[in-house]
């Protein structure tokens, strides 16, 4: 569901609160509201959490799952199926920050297309991703059983389409 409003970091909040299981973004001034994934996709995302974890320590970064959003340099409040950020930049937030939608651009982004998704509407959130600043961003289709990277992947970064299968 997409909607043209322009919300507050806090109404996006109380929105999302007001309706559970729902991701709700702000992308381009527009509401976007996408349902829940099947089961499946969850415990897609839940292997691809494991496979990033030793990365990420080794890397100094933090993950954050779908549950969490990040605020873009243009001003669009989104979440990732899975995000890297430096340790460093989230440390440098203070607790109010950490608990809203910090403004915080990851340094990897993960998108896993579900069974409900459309292709080409995940192909253009990952290009976003890319224009605001992420590198690499990472579309998953373990449907097509194809990865599409935007941006240089690290070498000894996991084979995620092997974690998701």
Not at 53 to 60: L, R, T, V
Not at 76 to 85: E, I, K, N, P, Q
């Amino acid at each position: 569901m997409v909607a043209s409003t322009a919300l507050t970091d806090a109404e996006l909040i109380e929105l999302s609160i007001s309706n559970p299981g729902w991701r709700v973004e702000r992308r381009a001034g527009a509401l976007v509201m996408t349902p829940p994934t099947g089961t499946y996709t969850g415990v897609r995302n839940n292997e691809l959490a494991v496979a990033l974890a030793p990365f990420a320590h080794a890397h100094s970064l933090v993950g954050v799952d779908s549950s969490g959003g990040v605020r873009l340099p243009d001003g669009d409040a989104v979440s990732a199926d899975h995000a890297l950020l430096r340790a460093s930049d989230w440390n440098a937030l203070d607790p109010p920050e950490r608990e809203g939608i910090a403004s915080i651009v990851p340094v990897v982004v993960i998108e896993l297309v579900s069974k409900s998704d459309r292709h080409r509407t995940t192909a253009e959130k990952c290009e976003h991703w890319f224009e605001q600043g992420v590198a690499p961003v990472i579309m998953l289709d373990p449907y097509r059983r194809t990865i599409r990277a935007w941006g240089d992947v690290p070498p000894d970064f996991p084979d995620l389409l092997a974690a998701v299968q």
